[in-house]
């Protein structure tokens, strides 16, 4: 490599420009060969892309070097641009200096796999192991639906049928042209094979539906008091809200299930759902899980909620350590942020949802198992995937003013969206525009003057110091503690800064403090709402755990955290957490899963990449009754709504066969 490249990357990483584990990846990888300049040139868009969330860069793509260190400014980038002088212009260029570096396999070249560490697969390039994850999951994924029944006629569509119209019966105020009911056409899916995605927005039944579909599954056993069911989301607040859900529609079709399972068994069938990092084993201080592919999960179905959470290597390792004959189901919405590392699994499964993209042998065993016609348009015979996949498409909870907005987010229409901010009635939505994010501390701490549900953190304070005498024992009353402190959050699209989750955990502590509503203790104080920032095994508390600080009944002058488990708590000593961070204001991110009944969304002044649609639409539906939008400008709204995050990736592509 020339001098003038790796001395301009050297100052760089010494000025904090540039991360020192890409500039070790630079040498580790000149250690073991000689690499071209334009070679740590593509290493260098490769690692901030992954640390952007995408499994791969595209070599041939205009707009991969605009991914390049976003970090730098203008005079940085000219600097290093010319240190690095001329690049290949085109694929067949950067495939000629790729093929001559030993450390990259080209995948479709037909050479002998020597484990490089880095890899040309067509037009990608990928660092190792997120290329073998996206093998893996393909694969495998591949491998349960080509396992589907060979034959649909095998399945009983009659008793299908019969059940579906039990389960979901029509509703004689549907209007007659409302399309087929994609509810019971996602049961009929699922029946066919060991894969299966049901996608939807908010609110459009996805718990509805899998609820009925576990029925249907339970009805068609010849031993259903056998049959295996297992829950499970990537966090404990989605695990216990899927439960919930589940518990709550079994309950009303008990009735219907009497004949094949009494209330008990169908009760005990279900069991609680538990977040994928414990259901797979994941132990302390290593990457290596309980279950794998040699000790597989033994379950007949697993259901998992909130997929778009799910990352590649989370999404491989599941795979690998589910039992060929186990059905898996993961419910989602495709449109939400996807996680926060890298891989964007369920909008790569889902790429042909809307479409539809069903064959028409898929139509007639639909039309055979369910009554339902499917649409010609949605008949377009995609891949295989789509025959599994399928979308339910009417919100039950967001027919008023917040599934309109969101629904104009998704669309990608900010004008709309702006017209639906502004017309809706107040209670319901709500846009200001402060000049400083401080002028919106009055609706941190009190809501919306005069409208209850637009709470803002008044209803926990108010529980809060009502104490557990009001309560039948100690636990009613942090259990009513904890259900208040979810009727309001504030979301950030940014952790830093004024308009940031620490600027406005800080604004809002500072003003209880004032106002003497708090008394600190270091760093705690009864009533802090805090949010756990890295799994801690032996105090059996995760990342993204919501907990808040109160009186140790048995101590006293001590404090515990409360975290909800279920329908119980659990508890730990505050001074044993460090991994903590207050939670009045939380990143969207980190609000994936969880739902508030009044929902405050803050968007930075500054321009930046993270402001994007998914964010804002992740944002919008967090809010079950209230939404109100803070921006600085209205270009804010604009501008998140135009910037629509799409992550390289190769899975859609290897699953759109
Ligand atoms: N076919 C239906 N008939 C009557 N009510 C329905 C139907 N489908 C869904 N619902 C109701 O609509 C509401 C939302 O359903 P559900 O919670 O299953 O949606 P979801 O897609 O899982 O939502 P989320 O995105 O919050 O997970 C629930 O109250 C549910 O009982």
């Not at 402001?611 to 919008?620: D, F, K, N, V, W």
């Amino acid at each position: 490599m020339q001098d003038s490249a790796m001395n301009t990357l050297q100052q760089l990483a010494q000025d904090g420009r540039l991360s020192l584990l890409t500039l070790n990846f630079i040498r580790y990888l000149q250690r073991h060969a000689p690499v071209p300049d334009a070679l740590i040139w593509l290493v260098l868009q490769l690692t901030e892309a992954e640390a952007q969330g995408h499994s791969c860069i595209c070599v041939d793509d205009e707009s991969a070097p605009a991914l390049l260190l976003t970090a730098l400014n203008t005079e940085e980038r000219v600097l290093l641009q010319a240190a690095f002088g001329v690049l290949p212009a085109d694929l067949a260029g950067w495939r000629q200096v790729l093929a001559a570096c030993r450390l990259v396999w080209l995948a479709d070249s037909g050479q002998a796999d020597a484990g490089q560490p880095l890899i040309l697969d067509q037009n990608r390039l990928y660092l190792r192991r997120y290329w073998q994850d996206e093998q893996a999951i393909a694969t495998a994924i591949q491998r349960r639906l080509q396992t589907a029944h060979a034959n649909d006629g095998d399945l009983p569509s009659e008793r299908i049928r019969a059940w579906l119209e039990k389960l979901f019966p029509a509703n004689p105020e549907n209007a007659a042209d409302a399309g087929p009911d994609w509810q019971r056409i996602a049961c009929a899916l699922a029946l066919r094979g060991r894969f299966s995605v049901i996608t939807g927005g908010p609110g459009t039944g996805k718990t509805f539906t899998v609820a009925r579909l576990l029925c249907l599954l339970l009805a068609l056993q010849e031993h259903p008091d056998q049959f295996r069911i297992a829950l499970a989301a990537p966090t404990g607040k989605a695990a216990a809200r899927l439960k919930q859900s589940i518990d709550a529609a079994l309950a009303a079709l008990a009735p219907v299930l009497n004949s094949v399972l009494s209330a008990e068994q169908l009760a005990s069938a279900i069991p609680s759902a538990t977040t994928l990092h414990s259901l797979l084993g994941a132990r302390p201080d290593t990457r290596r899980l309980r279950h794998h592919a040699g000790n597989p999960l033994q379950m007949d179905v697993l259901v998992v909620d909130e997929a778009s959470m799910i990352h590649l290597e989370m999404m491989a390792n599941l795979l690998d350590a589910l039992a060929p004959h186990t059905l898996l189901i993961l419910l989602g919405d495709k449109d939400q942020l996807a996680s926060v590392e890298a891989g964007a699994v369920m909008a790569d499964l889902c790429e042909f949802a809307t479409e539809g993209g069903y064959s028409r042998a898929t139509a007639d065993w639909l039309a055979d198992a369910t009554g339902e016609q499917i649409p010609d348009n949605f008949l377009t015979s995609r891949s295989l995937l789509a025959q599994h996949t399928a979308m339910l498409r009417q919100s039950r909870r967001f027919g008023g003013a917040i599934g309109q907005l969101a629904l104009a987010v998704n669309r990608g229409d900010a004008a709309s969206a702006a017209s639906v901010l502004r017309a809706a009635e107040d209670d319901v939505l709500s846009w200001q525009q402060p000049a400083q994010i401080a002028a919106s501390l009055p609706l941190f701490l009190h809501g919306r003057d005069a409208h209850t549900d637009a709470s803002g953190y008044a209803a926990f304070r108010s529980v809060l110091n009502a104490g557990p005498e009001s309560w039948p024992d100690y636990d009613s009353w942090v259990k009513a503690v904890l259900k208040a402190f979810d009727r309001f959050r504030v979301l950030c699209a940014v952790r830093e800064g004024d308009w940031g989750v620490q600027g406005i955990n800080t604004l809002i502590e500072t003003a209880l403090l004032k106002q003497e509503k708090i008394r600190r203790q270091g760093d705690w104080y009864v009533g802090r709402p805090v949010i756990v920032t890295r799994n801690d095994y032996s105090l059996r508390v995760f990342n993204g755990d919501i907990g808040i600080c109160l009186p140790d009944p048995a101590r006293e002058g001590s404090v515990r955290v409360y975290f909800p488990a279920g329908d119980q708590l659990h508890s730990v000593l505050a001074s044993r957490l460090s991994d903590v961070e207050t939670a009045y204001a939380m990143t969207v991110h980190k609000s994936q899963g969880s739902e508030f009944g009044h929902v405050a969304l803050v968007l930075p002044p500054q321009q930046t990449q993270v402001l994007t649609r998914e964010l804002l639409y992740t944002g919008i539906t967090r809010a079950k009754t209230c939404f109100t939008l803070l921006t600085a400008s209205p270009g804010s709204l604009e501008q998140a709504t135009a910037q629509v995050t799409r992550r390289n990736s190769g899975l859609r592509y290897l699953l759109s066969d």
